[in-house]
């Protein structure tokens, strides 16, 4: 079965940063459109940024040129490089992945694979 944990969440001042990482446990990395969702509580989980098998990205409008979505092949490992974060910005931070390898929506519906989730805090 494929396994995917996070980490890299904490807590964090407004205009702070942090680099959140997902290890995968098979290559779906390399072959997979693959995201970053986040949940707060009472609210719906929501797609922050996603990455195709050949690099292309796509993000939230609220997140845009704030976050950076990236991925390493060789360590099966997806990243999320959060900077100038908000206190709106605080959720659990969920990576997941899609059978797809493009053109996937940003929609929790469209991913097979999900991760535990990490806690990111912003204090205002």
């Known amino acids: 079965a494929v396994e995917m944990t996070e980490s890299g969440g904490g807590s964090v001042q407004a205009g702070g940063s942090l680099r959140l990482s997902c290890v995968a446990s098979e290559y779906i990395v390399t072959a997979s459109f693959m995201a970053w969702f986040r949940q707060a509580p009472g609210n719906e989980r929501e797609g922050v940024a996603g990455?195709?098998?050949?690099?292309?990205?796509t993000y939230a409008p609220t997140v845009q040129g704030r976050f950076i979505i990236s991925r390493d092949n060789a360590k099966n490992t997806l990243y999320l490089d959060m900077n100038n974060l908000k206190p709106e910005d605080t959720a659990m931070y969920y990576c997941a992945a899609s059978t797809a390898e493009f053109l996937v929506p940003l929609n929790s519906e469209y991913y097979t694979y999900w991760g535990q989730g990490t806690q990111v805090t912003v204090s205002s």
């Open positions: 990455i195709d098998s050949t690099g292309d990205t």
